[in-house]
């Protein structure tokens, strides 16, 4: 695939055949300049959260990898932020109903269509990567994921559109700054003010309702009972009734 909109708005673009992380790859390369990006539709090992796999097919699913800029205070949030992105992205190629799931989930009706994990690299940079599933021409990787085709019909050129309009808007965030990024964070994620299941690291879960982040983007959650937790990383499920 070809991402000439994408190589017109980067400092430095790597459109790799194929690798196996492009987080990985940028942090090999890295220092590099901020917005310098990797992408590619075969990648071969790639990694989600809390050492998980995220799964692709050749060619069924873009990875793409961006150096955020650092600036204060924007470190927790750019997971977030990168959400947003994302999200605006994926509906501007028209699958409208797409939806953010705190911490780092993009949705379409219950499914994830796209994953996002952020590290910070040994030379201090952040990292926001992202993998968006396109189609799946064999079976999907995991019961609960989508892809594009499911909901647009795909044509080659989305992926570029696609990943050039996720940089124009990362940029729009960061330089509006992280009160205001804060503020479009809260109004565009789909967890706030739903009835969640939180399901923590040992497996064990308990419900409760999200009911705001913090400006460090954590999420607020109230439990039965009326107890606040604050949750900093982890898993949600929202719940639908
Ligand atoms: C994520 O982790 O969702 C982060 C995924 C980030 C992938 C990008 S691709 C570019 C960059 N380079 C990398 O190496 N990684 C980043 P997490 O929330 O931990 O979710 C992982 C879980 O999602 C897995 O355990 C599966 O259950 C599920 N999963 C795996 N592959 C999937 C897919 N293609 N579509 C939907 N769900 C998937």
């Known amino acids: 695939m070809a991402f000439p909109l994408l190589a017109a708005q980067v400092p430095f673009l790597l459109d790799m055949e194929t690798t196996a992380s492009t987080n990985s790859l940028v942090s090999e390369l890295a220092p590099l300049p901020s917005y ?6 075969k990648q071969t090992a790639g990694r989600g959260r ?9 060619n069924d699913s873009v990875a793409l990898s961006i150096v955020v800029p650092f600036q204060q205070n924007n470190l927790e949030l750019t ?3 990168m959400g947003v992105a994302v999200l605006r992205a994926v509906r501007a190629i028209g699958v409208t109903q797409a939806e953010l799931k705190w911490p780092n989930d993009i949705l379409v009706g219950k499914r994830k269509i796209a994953g996002i994990l952020c590290e910070v690299v040994p030379c201090g940079q952040i990292i926001a990567g992202v993998g968006l599933n396109l189609r799946f021409r064999d079976k ?3 019961g609960q994921a989508t892809s594009l085709a499911e909901h647009i019909t795909f044509e080659p050129e989305i992926p570029d559109r696609w990943a050039s309009a996720c940089l124009t808007e990362l940029r729009v965030l960061i330089d509006a700054g992280s ?9 565009n994620l789909a967890t706030i003010n739903r009835r969640i299941e939180v399901v923590e690291f ?12 913090d400006a460090g983007g954590r999420l607020i959650v109230s439990r039965k009972g009326g ?5 900093s990383s982890g898993d949600v499920r929202h719940l639908y009734q």
Request: aromatic share 4%; charged share 25%.
């Open 140 to 142: 999907p990787p995991t």
């Open 36 to 41: 310098s990006t990797v992408i590619t539709t």
């Open 202 to 213: 040992d497996g064990q879960s308990w419900l409760g309702r999200a009911e705001d982040i």
């Open 179 to 187: 009160h205001r990024a804060t503020s479009e964070v809260r109004q």
């Open 79 to 81: 997971p977030l932020l």
């Open 50 to 58: 809390l050492g998980r796999e995220w799964l692709s097919e050749p």
């Open 227 to 231: 107890e606040k937790v604050v949750l």
